[in-house]
């Protein structure tokens, strides 16, 4: 069995790991032409079902690694409002467990943790331009002129997927009417002072009138702003960070990152062309009337980490005919950062799909079958996950009303800091709030076997 990987983001080479350690041919086709390139984003939370699955595809020393290279775990849950006054805190667990946990990761180096063992796997500078079917087989071509053929396409490339937008045209996605600032500052003794000090050591949200949203992580990691250890940490983890080549890509040190959102209508109409400091500018003129410590924040932004992202969704899809082609992650199911369960539910794909195909290895299914069982079941949380998500995030909530708005605020605010005096409610918020993170224990857990034969990856 040969697999064809089209798209080298973070469900597709975790689904690489799990098949190249079952023994399953596996290439990946990444558009990009170097694996320095397309490093953008900042934190992603990786929740315990992110974290099995990757615990279950990865070989060990390399999920050693990931978890070496997280962020310090943050100690709060932070609800704000545009003044830096608090609404609810909530205490976060702390979690030795390596892997029943929640983690603060940088995107960036998440990516070049995945890529690593991955060298003769990915293939770069590969754009995807369109695939034939013609039987049992499947051939992917790209924009260099060069094809591969194999058993099993997989769609890992991205929300604007060419491989849907050819087999699934009635697949579509639209606009949430929320977009999206970011931007990121290093931490310096100016930076750590602007807030206070459950911010710096949480997740903190400011919700803010005119549906205003601002989300702030505080990222610290075990090497300092040079890319020296710091010291402290166990000889285990820096042996682990020292011997791991992707350290040399990482152009991430501590840093504040910041996401500022608003619907459309509140910002610039070109918006979406600005760059640099005409983004901080945009982000400082939505804020006028927040604290100075937090218009501080975005006057210290890096303008070279700032960029504006239009918010889009999926919209739910009936389940098609299976064939040799499929799809996994935000290439059928985009959805917004509003329960920040993206990258967790690939990686959930992306072990399923693994299982369906050790199954078909081994002679206990066959390929189209194994195939079908696994995309009834990523429809169903996939899109239950994109509906759940967009609820959260939408131009349609009653919170971005002029009038409306506000007492939706005022009375979310008021129900806020009523939990947050009374500590039982507080604790039943927390528990709620973790289990929804991680709940999908038997979905996510998997013992990779090796194979009996071990199959070469596949050749252009």
């Not at 610290?220 to 020292?242: C, M, P, S, V």
Request: overall charge negative; charged content about 25%; glycine content about 8%.
């Amino acid at each position: 069995m040969k697999v064809l990987v089209i798209g080298g983001g973070t469900g597709g080479l975790a689904l690489a790991h799990g098949l190249k350690r079952a023994g399953i041919g596996v290439t990946v086709f990444e558009r990009d032409a170097l694996r320095t390139d397309g490093l953008h984003g900042y934190r992603v939370g990786i929740d315990p079902d992110g974290s099995r699955a990757l615990h279950s595809l990865l070989p060990k020393e390399l999920y050693d690694t990931f978890v070496a290279t997280k962020a310090r775990d943050p100690k709060y849950f932070n609800m704000l409002t545009e003044d830096l006054k608090e609404v609810l805190s909530i205490d976060l667990p702390e979690s030795t467990d390596p892997v029943e946990s929640e983690k603060s990761i940088s995107r960036m180096t998440l990516r070049q943790v995945l890529l690593t063992g991955l060298e003769d796997v990915v293939e770069f500078g590969k754009e995807f331009t369109r695939f034939e079917q013609h039987g049992d087989q499947v051939t992917a071509y790209f924009a260099d002129g060069t094809h591969a053929t194999g058993d099993l396409l997989v769609a890992a490339d991205g929300a604007h997927s060419r491989v849907r937008r050819q087999y699934l045209p009635q697949a579509t996605t639209e606009e949430t009417g929320i977009i999206a600032l970011a931007g990121k500052l290093p931490i310096t003794a100016e930076s750590a002072k602007l807030v206070p000090p459950k911010v710096f050591e949480g997740i903190s949200m400011v919700n803010a009138p005119r549906g205003l949203f601002c989300i702030l992580h505080v990222m610290e990691f075990q090497w300092d702003r040079d890319g020296n250890l710091k010291h402290g940490i166990g000889g285990n983890t820096e042996e682990l960070i020292r011997g791991w080549p992707g350290l040399q890509f990482d152009n991430t040190r501590d840093y504040i990152n910041w996401g500022l959102s608003a619907t459309a209508d509140k910002l610039p109409a070109n918006v979406m062309d600005l760059r640099g400091r005409e983004l901080i500018d945009a982000a400082l003129d939505l804020t006028q009337d927040w604290h100075p410590n937090l218009r501080r924040l975005f006057e210290l932004t890096d303008p070279g980490t700032c960029f504006p992202v239009n918010i889009w969704t999926s919209v739910p899809l009936e389940p098609w005919e299976t064939t040799n082609v499929t799809l996994l992650g935000d290439a059928i199911h985009t959805m917004t950062p509003g329960r920040g369960v993206g990258a967790n539910t690939a990686l959930r794909d992306a072990v399923n799909l693994c299982r369906q195909l050790i199954e078909v290895r081994d002679g206990r299914q066959q390929l189209i079958p194994a195939v079908r069982e696994y995309e009834a079941k990523m429809i169903e949380y996939g899109f239950d996950a994109v509906l759940k998500s967009r609820a959260q995030m939408t131009a349609d909530d009653p919170i971005h009303k002029p009038v409306v708005g506000r007492l939706a605020l005022a009375g979310m605010r008021t129900a806020m800091r009523a939990v947050n005096h009374l500590p039982p409610a507080k604790r039943r918020m927390r528990d709620s709030m973790l289990a929804y993170r991680g709940a999908d224990r038997d979905d996510t857990a998997l013992e990779i076997t090796p194979a009996p034969i071990t199959t070469a990856p596949i050749s252009n």
